[in-house]
């Protein structure tokens, strides 16, 4: 644990939160991308039984 900790203090603490961020975001957009495909099929299947 310490080891981690001495590795976190030497490294460039703006390279670990940009890291995260990068993380983050992609993230979310892969969510969003699922849930505006799983939209996509609920309005085909409406469109379709209409």
Known sequence: M???I???KK???GLVIYNFKLLLSYQIG???RFL???NNVQNN???KSS
């Open 11 to 13: 490294r460039n603490w």
């Open 36 to 38: 505006r495909n799983r």
């Open 2 to 4: 310490d080891v981690l």
């Open 45 to 47: 299947k409406d469109l």
């Open 6 to 8: 001495l590795f976190l």
């Open 30 to 32: 892969r969510i969003s």
